[in-house]
């Protein structure tokens, strides 16, 4: 079993930042890839950003230069530094796995004011 724990959700204003982290536990072994994900009200979920185990990232084109995804495989961590926020990236971000399955966080809040 794997457990994703995201934190460091909030409220911002536009144009602040925030940096999201997802810690996993568990059966880690075998990571392919981790990535964030975000869900809008009345909206689909849709990829944000995700990295693979050799470190090649991928961007959503709504955020290209504005966020960052990062990880670190000692911690089997990944983190979204996210600048220069809009209110349009209120959501609440989840973090995903792929390794032996596809694994989900409970989700966390960002919420951008105008």
């Known amino acids: 079993q794997v457990q994703l724990a995201e934190s460091g959700g909030g409220l911002v204003q536009a144009g602040g930042s925030l940096r999201l982290t997802c810690a996993a536990s568990?059966?880690?072994?075998?990571?392919?890839?981790m990535g964030w994900y975000r869900q809008a009200p009345g909206k689909q979920r849709e990829l944000v950003a995700s990295?693979?185990?050799?470190?090649?990232?991928n961007y959503a084109d709504s955020v290209k230069g504005r966020f960052t995804i990062s990880g670190d495989n000692a911690k089997n961590s990944v983190y979204l530094q996210m600048n220069n926020l809009k209110p349009e990236d209120t959501a609440v971000y989840y973090c995903?796995?792929?390794?032996?399955?596809?694994?989900w966080g409970q989700g966390t809040q960002v919420t951008v004011s105008s």
């Open positions: 990295i693979s185990s050799g470190g090649t990232t």
């Open positions: 568990g059966n880690t072994r075998g990571f392919i890839a």
């Open positions: 995903r796995a792929h390794g032996w399955g596809i694994y």
